[in-house]
């Protein structure tokens, strides 16, 4: 299910990100890394919006630094077609 609209997609039409045991937040374009993820889907006004309102701090209860948000979009700007 993604975080942002709160729809269920197919696996493929997620974007996963991780946050491992130390703590670090990763795009998980495997599906394999370990950890807790959260997903969002590939729309674009998905992405945006858990940018600007920054729905992975709420997913994951914590202070997601600016990065991590920023390696979302870059992702996505590679995914999208
Ligand atoms: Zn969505």
């Known amino acids: 299910m993604c975080i942002v609209c709160k729809n ?5 039409d997620l974007v996963r990100v991780v946050r491992n045991k130390q703590g670090e937040y990763l795009i ?5 890394a370990n ?3 959260a997903y969002i889907c ?15 701090n709420k997913a994951f209860k914590a202070e997601v630094k600016d990065e991590v948000y920023a390696n ?3 992702n996505y700007e590679l995914i999208k077609d």
């Open 42 to 56: 590939k729309n674009k006004d998905c992405v945006v919006k858990c940018c600007e309102k920054r729905y992975l």
């Open 28 to 32: 998980d374009t495997t599906s394999k």
């Open 8 to 12: 269920m997609f197919a696996k493929n």
């Open 72 to 74: 979302l979009k870059e």
């Open 35 to 37: 950890g807790r993820g």
